[in-house]
């Protein structure tokens, strides 16, 4: 989840200096609402290694949700509560919290957000995701319904997906081809094909903030988490738009996202585009089909390093099983030139995309990505709070995600860290 100001936030990049000084912000994983028997064995596994400051935050989460008098009620104006009828906690992060409402005359779900406003930069990074969510109105892009606005707080009425993440659906699937995974990944394109039209850049695309918008298997796949986005100045759309000026230059230099996700033209601290959502895409593409990370290093340093140098395989499980046209789809994404790289338009084009019946793998790669999922999971929970450094400890009660989630399949530890440049 998009935690707002929980995520660390862009600045003017004036004085930019690429990672001179870089601040990561872990996300915490709570306890889970999505109920699957391979999802809960998961995050049972997890669970016994959590700290007990994490065991002790979870049970305040979940007094909070079953007490709805208490402290986290009053958290809602009465405009808000005269409206709709709290019923659940979420996501939550350290300025912002999700929660799951039902209108009062309607009983129609929602989720909202709720976003703690501090000082002017914080009021002005909501105003920022605000301006993206009222703009946006598309199948695969998350709908705002309506904003209710106090001094402090934002409250963000939006469309409830109730369908849970893309990587707990694999998990949770007793196979996974090819054709599953174009079939999803075709809705994220055409969702980033309608932003970057639009002139929006995501600029924090993973697989945490694609979710699906009911359980069943024809759900439409939904973008979540505009904390990050931002107008692309050079795209025409905001080319003939003068309110977009004063933004212009600092806003496309500025390092922020997830590391691993993160293209190299960002981590060098070159002006980007749209085109850093579709290396995000072409990260994506080789998760889905392997349950491993292209670019993945425990040390931050490194990890940034490889990106850089922009060389990832597809050595190993279930890589020999997985078609031509398939990993032809990452390299075009995985371009390091970003003027090489596809666009989302030609992502749709892409003949893996187009035509998967005929030039997919049949192969059910569901073990493969389990397992490399799980490898990762225990690899990361041997590096968490508790078994790993204080700092990282510190760190996790930064930021904030939806409760359970990505976090239980290992791509949550340091994979859900935002970032900034402090200059
Ligand atoms: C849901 C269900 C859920 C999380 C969300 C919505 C969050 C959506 C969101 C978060 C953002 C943002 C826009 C939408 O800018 O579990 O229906 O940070």
């Not at 872990?26 to 809960?40: L, N």
């Not at 100045?233 to 996700?261: F, I, V």
């Not at 760190?395 to 949550?412: E, K, P, Q, V």
Request: a positive charge.
């Amino acid at each position: 989840m998009g935690s707002g100001s929980g995520k660390v936030l862009p600045e003017s990049s004036k004085g930019f200096c690429p990672l001179r000084s870089v601040a990561f912000f872990r996300k915490d994983e709570k306890f889970d609402g999505f109920k699957d028997k391979k999802q809960t064995f998961l995050w049972s596994w997890r669970r016994d290694q959590r700290t007990s400051e994490e065991v002790k935050e979870s049970v305040r989460v979940e007094e909070s949700v079953k007490n709805p008098n208490g402290k986290f009620r009053a958290k809602f104006d009465p405009r808000v509560t005269a409206r709709y009828d709290i019923k659940a906690l979420i996501g939550r992060g350290s300025f912002s919290r999700v929660v799951r409402v039902e209108h009062r005359c309607t009983r129609q779900p929602f989720a909202i957000k709720l976003l703690e406003v501090k000082g002017r930069e914080g009021h002005n990074t909501c105003q920022a995701e605000l301006g993206v969510l009222r703009r946006v109105n598309h199948a695969n892009v998350i709908h705002l319904v309506e904003v209710f606005e106090t001094a402090h707080r934002v409250y963000l009425v939006l469309e409830l997906a109730t369908g849970g993440e893309l990587l707990e659906r694999v998990v949770a699937r007793g196979s996974f081809r090819e054709r599953d995974a174009t079939r999803a990944l075709m809705m994220v394109a055409n969702g980033l094909c309608y932003l970057h039209t639009l002139g929006v850049i995501h600029r924090d695309l993973k697989p945490e903030n694609l979710l699906y918008y009911h359980p069943g298997q024809d759900s439409r796949l939904i973008i979540t988490d505009f904390g990050l986005a931002c107008w692309d100045n050079q795209s025409p759309a905001k080319r003939s738009d003068s309110s977009c000026n004063e933004t212009k230059d600092w806003a496309l230099r500025t390092l922020c996202g997830t590391p691993e996700y993160l293209a190299p033209e960002m981590v060098a601290g070159r002006p980007y585009n749209s085109a850093v959502d579709l290396w995000a895409l072409g990260v994506i593409t080789y998760i889905l089909l392997s349950g491993s990370l292209p670019f993945d290093h425990t040390s931050r340093p490194r990890l940034l390093r490889a990106i850089l140098r922009g060389n990832y395989s597809f050595h190993g499980n279930p890589w020999n099983s997985v078609s031509t046209q398939a990993k032809s789809f990452i390299d075009r994404l995985l371009t390091f030139n970003p003027e090489d790289r596809m666009t989302a338009e030609e992502a749709l084009r892409h003949p893996w995309l187009v035509s998967t019946a005929a030039c997919s793998s049949n192969k059910n790669l569901h073990r493969s990505i389990s397992r490399n999922l799980q490898q990762r999971a225990s690899r990361a929970s041997s590096r968490r709070p508790g078994s790993g450094s204080a700092q990282s400890s510190r760190l996790a009660m930064r930021s904030g995600t939806r409760l359970g989630s990505a976090s239980r399949l290992g791509l949550g530890n340091k994979s859900q860290c935002s970032l900034k440049v402090t200059t």
